[in-house]
């Protein structure tokens, strides 16, 4: 069912959004906070207030959101990353867990996830969760900044990020960050929403996102403003071609992404060699 889903294809082979350049992420010192630009030192802070009010709800609105889809998409992540036992893998921005659980179990219980997230309630959540599902070693649980990871050079296997590129202050940051603690051949890998490619889909899209989600974030989590702000930053996110530019800037090399669900949501991949 996932592989009916998804559409591989080599970075290269589509050109980059013209409009990109129209939806600035970040330039100079000021960043994208949905249609908001704030300066850069304030991101941080509205970022980790938007998910701290968000994260008992979080993954009952990830369902609701996404008719359960999200869980399809996570499963073709961790597949394709494949993690084999002994390996240390970190998941940035993966407080609840939801990705360090299916890397725990891809490992056999016999690696290491170390999952660091800006958020303290998120990783209370994750942690809480890691509990009720018995889950008492294997997976270490860090507050930290992913343009400032508290981890030392070259010592994971790989590196995931699921949802949380986009709201980074720098993605350039990030990725570099990432670059920094991968062993040689180590992999990058991040799931992320992304721009839709199927024509007719891509309106529709827009409709659903800008009139249904925020309005479920109301009646869910009592709170549309951190819901409107979730849609308004993935339209200020890079496309997936220029994302994949920006890997191979960081310095990583087999760069390639798979778009999930006509790219509503999209995988890339790239590694450390």
Known sequence: MVRAMTDRRDASDRPADPAAGRRRFSEGDRSSFGFREVPDAEKSGLVRGVFSSVADSYDLMNDLMSVGIHRLWKDAFVGWLAPRPGQRILDVAGGTGDIAFRLNERMQHRGEVVVCDLTPDM??????????????????????????????????????????????????????????????????MCLEFSQVVLPVLDRLYDLYSFNVLPRLGELVARDRESYQYLVESIRRFPPQAELAGMMRAAGFERVEYRNLSGGIAAIHSGWRL
Not at 138 to 166: E, K, N
Not at 179 to 188: E, T
Request: net charge positive; charged share 25%.
């Open 123 to 188: 990783l209370r959540v994750g942690r809480d969760r890691a509990i009720d599902r018995g889950v008492l070693s294997g997976i270490a649980w860090v507050a930290g900044d992913g343009q400032h990871l508290p981890v030392a050079p070259r010592c994971m296997d790989g590196y995931t990020i699921a949802f949380g590129l986009r709201n980074v202050t720098h993605i350039e940051g990030v990725l570099s960050e990432a670059y920094r603690v991968l062993r040689p051949g180590g992999r990058f």
